[in-house]
């Protein structure tokens, strides 16, 4: 292993000092593994036979257990840490993203960075795009203003086409065969507190509302009541381990690996459900174009505004939706959910 990363350094040294010939092939990254903004243009191009043309690359953080793999002409799954991983990197005429940055080896190469969401918390001390992308696509004129700042990146690149994974907002899956028969379906989709790639700490406390176990007994025993059932889906980076240990009728955890094993994405689900309970994420931008309830839940405003920050002007940008600092708001937020009135605010 030690012997394998010497010379993965040293092929990133050499690629960038040395002048690789670029091949027809097109490099495609997203996190998790073939999932979000990039898979949907991915999938596209595909339609259109474009896997014919070029030789195609998915760069993966782990192997991927995934019948489309093999179906698939002139497609190959690779690691990133490997020396063909690091070779399909630089040599490929064009590289699509959506989370982690791609190294830009030659000018001569196209670099399109789909976004994994807009600017909702401060990012710009920790994460900013290079200036050899290309082109980054954003949701709206509002939305490429604060992004340009948020990520430190000409306004110029940006293009306001909208995000290729909101397409599944609007189509129809009869959930109840994943979840069972209730009245309403909440996703609830939080951002990190503390995230497991770069140390930060946010705030004090892993998961808005449900600080202990009582306190999501309660939320359970509430939603029963209302025939709802609230699907958990944490943070990739979060430790919500305890959590996720109470085994409880209405209120669920789920994660990537369920998603997969049930052929539908992230966004099929939540398209599906009848309310968005999240916080500080860029998924609320996105769940506007539904026209559906928002809870938020910003029971740790003050400890993420002081720790990470927001970057745009938070009362004004996510008027649409209502807030949550308790266990009792949430439980209300839920009762005029179930009762179908607006709790939009």
């Given at each position: 292993?030690?012997?394998?990363?010497?010379?993965?350094?040293?092929?990133?040294?050499?690629?960038?000092?040395?002048?690789?010939?670029?091949?027809?092939?097109?490099?495609?990254?997203?996190?998790?593994?073939?999932?979000?903004?990039?898979?949907?243009?991915?999938?596209?191009?595909?339609?259109?036979?474009?896997?014919?043309?070029?030789?195609?690359?998915?760069?993966?953080?782990?192997?991927?257990?995934?019948?489309?793999?093999?179906?698939?002409?002139?497609?190959?799954?690779?690691?990133?840490?490997?020396?063909?991983?690091?070779?399909?990197?630089?040599?490929?005429?064009?590289?699509?993203?959506?989370n982690s940055i791609f190294?830009?080896?030659?000018?001569?190469?196209?670099?399109?960075?789909?976004?994994?969401?807009?600017?909702?918390?401060?990012?710009?001390?920790?994460?900013?795009?290079?200036?050899?992308?290309?082109?980054?696509?954003?949701?709206?004129?509002?939305?490429i203003e604060n992004d340009a700042k948020g990520f430190a990146f000409p306004k110029e690149k940006f293009v306001d086409i909208g995000f290729p994974r909101n397409d599944d907002?609007?189509?129809?899956?009869?959930?109840?065969?994943?979840?069972?028969?209730?009245?309403?379906?909440?996703?609830?989709?939080?951002?990190?507190?503390?995230?497991?790639?770069?140390?930060?700490?946010?705030?004090?406390?892993?998961?808005?509302?449900?600080?202990?176990?009582?306190?999501a007994e309660k939320v359970n025993s509430f939603a029963r009541e209302k025939n709802t059932l609230i699907i958990v889906k944490p943070h990739p980076s979060q430790d919500v381990s305890k959590l996720t240990e109470y085994k409880l009728s209405n209120l669920i955890f789920i994660d990537d690996a369920f998603l997969m094993s049930n052929r539908i994405s992230n966004y099929e689900l939540l398209g599906n459900c009848s309310a968005l309970l999240t916080d500080y994420s860029s998924v609320y931008f996105d769940y506007l174009l539904c026209n559906k309830p928002i809870g938020l839940c910003w029971d740790d405003y003050k400890s993420y505004e002081e720790n990470e920050g927001f970057a745009i002007d938070m009362e004004t940008a996510m008027a649409g939706g209502e807030k949550l600092y308790s266990c009792d708001d949430l439980c209300s937020f839920i009762m005029r959910l179930a009762n179908s009135e607006d709790v939009l605010v």
């Open positions: 292993m030690l012997i394998k990363n010497v010379m993965i350094h040293f092929l990133q040294k050499l690629y960038f000092l040395v002048p690789i010939p670029l091949k027809k092939s097109i490099c495609f990254e997203s996190q998790p593994d073939f999932s979000d903004n990039t898979r949907y243009v991915f999938e596209e191009l595909i339609l259109r036979g474009y896997n014919k043309k070029y030789k195609m690359y998915w760069i993966l953080n782990k192997p991927l257990n995934n019948s489309f793999v093999n179906k698939t002409e002139n497609v190959e799954f690779i690691e990133r840490k490997s020396l063909k991983g690091i070779y399909a990197v630089a040599c490929s005429k064009v590289l699509i993203s959506c190294q830009k080896h030659s000018s001569r190469q196209k670099y399109i960075h789909l976004m994994h969401g807009s600017c909702i918390k401060d990012c710009s001390n920790h994460y900013q795009y290079p200036d050899n992308i290309d082109v980054v696509t954003d949701l709206s004129p509002y939305t907002l609007f189509k129809k899956r009869d959930i109840s065969k994943l979840f069972g028969t209730f009245d309403k379906y909440v996703y609830w989709l939080p951002t990190y507190r503390q995230h497991n790639n770069v140390y930060a700490v946010h705030s004090d406390i892993s998961m808005p509302i449900l600080y202990n176990k009582k306190i």
